[in-house]
């Protein structure tokens, strides 16, 4: 029964083609193309059985860091949001991709990716429109689809946004959400008071998102539908802070946008501490959340070796983003997005708060009463209401922003303002304008957003690329995954070694006390157990447990424990089993410690 210590994978065999893992995602149940009875359909994947587990398991040590550990709070909104909501976030106006289109074969595809396949560029999403159908024709590119030549074809902007209606009839439009955030901005006004409206404050959600992509590709890298794990960290950016020095030490490979723009540029290995210090990394709080996300990325399964921080270049960092970084894995070559780490500052909650008319702040008390003049009007209603008619509020709200914008305006006898594109002159005398002496406990603020926003399925894709291995065991070719057991979806494989009623009796109840436990199990007693073996471990099964004839010959019930990557093999006892293999789990025992 035993099998004699594997050989050591080769090096080719530690670096698998995604071909090989997407055979083995469908053939073992992690992931596969939906609707395959109808033809399937690009961009929409089904999780099977390991692969939902993994996700879930992935999912949970995402929650147990960043919502628990940090002291966050967890909600689950909507994934359809009314019209308003996108207009508010931009979304409408500027979530779009850029799409060139095959007049040859009607294909569409994302122009961005047909230069960066094809050409020297890394980053071609960075570039305006003008210059992506330049390098197209500059460089004749052809379609991926039949090859006919794209040199002269439009490139357009493509809202990525799934649209839908809310309600029969007259129905109001909606959208199915592109990202999990706008879920928590727009609930904000009542999130605060759950946090006693003390800043700082966290707000975490997992959920699904939706964008109509042009070209999905590449399995579960890009979908049109996938999971987010995002955190909206609320700070006042006057007097917050993070803890630096609980991430001072992290070591850290990061590349920095004046690496990218040099000819020689190249990574920087170096600790969150000193990139701080000498300005790599120019907001505290994004260097925190990287300091917390490397360890974790460690823990779940993500090779070191391959991983890195890079940070958005000028190009593609969103206009309201002070600084971003992008957390990225090295898949066969390719280094693909896994997170990003954004400095939002307060465009979030200001857009919300105009467009909605509710308030998107936070009352910040003053440690004493301070004494402030303040720019008022109390305008003559009996005049503006005759000259403004059903736009004298419009009117009223236009000055009371003037005052307090620039209360400078008001020193002449009229002042100006602008009302849907005209300008309109109203005697100063008639707006009441005053600088009045008020005492004030505190001021309202609008707080800056940090945004730590993490895609799980290309997470999970590349756990599952990283731990993939190949190698040979007894002189036969053998296939496993390498995952970490915290996030592995079967933990525990039972054997009982033959068809025998008293061994599977023993069995039997070997799997309700591991289960009792709390530790997932899979129970197999078809096929010899060599084969039985190999299941589990292409599955990534950490440990397989084997009942045989020694378990009910000798005085005590023990069994023999298999570990996945050494092949390794223990007799233990029975009796303090699930105790043994739980702290395993935990990480508080070694397998090689037994």
């Not at 990287?290 to 391959?306: C, F, H, I, N, Q």
Request: hydrophobic content about 35%; proline content about 5%.
């Amino acid at each position: 029964m035993s099998e004699h210590q594997h050989t050591e994978p080769t090096e080719d065999a530690t670096e698998p083609t995604s071909e090989k893992l997407v055979e083995l995602a469908k053939r073992r149940g992690y992931f596969f193309q939906s609707s395959g009875a109808y033809g399937g359909v690009g961009g929409f994947y089904t999780f099977g059985p390991q692969g939902a587990s993994l996700k879930g398991n992935v999912e949970d040590a995402w929650r147990d860091r960043f919502a628990v550990a940090e002291g966050n709070m967890e909600i689950d909104a909507p994934t359809i949001m009314p019209e308003p909501v996108f207009e508010a976030s931009g979304h409408l106006d500027g979530f779009d991709d850029m799409l060139v289109e095959c007049t040859d074969c009607g294909e569409s595809h994302r122009a961005d990716h047909v230069v960066e396949d094809n050409t020297e560029y890394e980053d071609a999403e960075s570039l305006p429109i003008p210059e992506v159908e330049e390098v197209i024709a500059e460089h004749e590119l052809v379609c991926p689809n039949c090859g006919a030549g794209l040199a002269g074809q439009a490139v357009d902007a493509f809202n990525l946004m799934f649209a839908t209606n809310i309600g029969p009839g007259d129905s109001d439009p909606g959208y199915l959400r592109p990202e999990t955030a706008q879920g928590i901005f727009v609930e904000f006004p009542r999130l605060k008071e759950y946090a006693r409206n003390q800043l700082p404050f966290g707000v975490t959600q997992i959920g699904r998102a939706y964008r109509n992509e042009i070209s999905p590709r590449r399995s579960i890298i890009r979908t049109r539908e996938f999971t987010q794990a995002e955190l909206e960290y609320f700070v006042d950016p006057e007097e917050d802070e993070p803890d630096l020095e609980a991430v001072a030490d992290v070591a850290v490979t990061l590349y920095p946008a004046s690496e990218q723009n040099a000819e020689d540029g190249d990574e920087i290995e170096t600790t969150i501490g000193d990139a701080v210090e000498e300005g790599i990394i120019g907001d505290e709080w994004v260097a925190y959340f990287l300091g917390v996300a490397k360890p974790w990325y460690d823990a779940v399964g993500v090779e070191m070796d391959r991983f890195r921080f890079r940070q958005h270049l000028s190009g593609e960092r969103a206009h309201y983003a002070a600084d971003c970084w992008d957390a990225e894995s090295e898949i066969d070559g390719n280094w693909i997005e896994m997170a990003g780490f954004a400095y939002r500052g307060d465009y979030d909650l200001s857009k919300h708060a105009e467009h909605s008319g509710d308030r998107f702040t936070v009352f910040k008390q003053y440690d004493e009463p301070k004494t402030v003049e303040r720019a008022t009007v109390d305008p003559d209603m009996s005049y503006l209401g005759p000259e403004f008619g059903g736009d004298a509020q419009a009117v009223v709200e236009e000055l009371e922003t003037l005052a307090l914008r620039d209360r400078a305006a008001f020193e002449d006898e009229s002042v100006e303002i602008e009302l849907e594109g005209e300008s309109h002159e109203i005697p100063v005398e008639k707006t009441g304008f005053a600088v009045e002496e008020q005492t004030e406990a505190g001021e309202h603020i609008v707080p800056h957003v940090v945004e730590p926003s993490f895609g799980v399925d290309r997470l999970v894709y590349t756990v599952l690329h990283h731990a993939y291995r190949e190698d040979e065991v007894d002189g036969e070719e053998r296939t496993y995954l390498e995952l970490e057991p915290e996030v592995a979806p079967t933990f525990v494989g039972v054997f009982p070694l033959q068809s025998d009623d008293e061994l599977e009796a023993v069995a039997d109840d070997v799997v309700d006390d591991l289960r009792e436990a709390g530790l997932s199990i899979a129970y197999d007693d078809s096929g010899n157990i060599g084969r039985r073996y190999r299941r589990q471990d292409e599955v990534g099964t950490p440990f397989c447990v084997t009942i045989d004839y020694e378990t009910v010959e000798d005085d005590e019930t023990t069994v023999t424990v298999r570990e996945r990557d050494t092949t390794d093999q223990k007799r233990l006892s029975v009796e303090g089993l699930a105790e043994t293999l739980s702290a395993i789990r935990a990480g508080d025992l070694e397998f090689e410690e037994l």
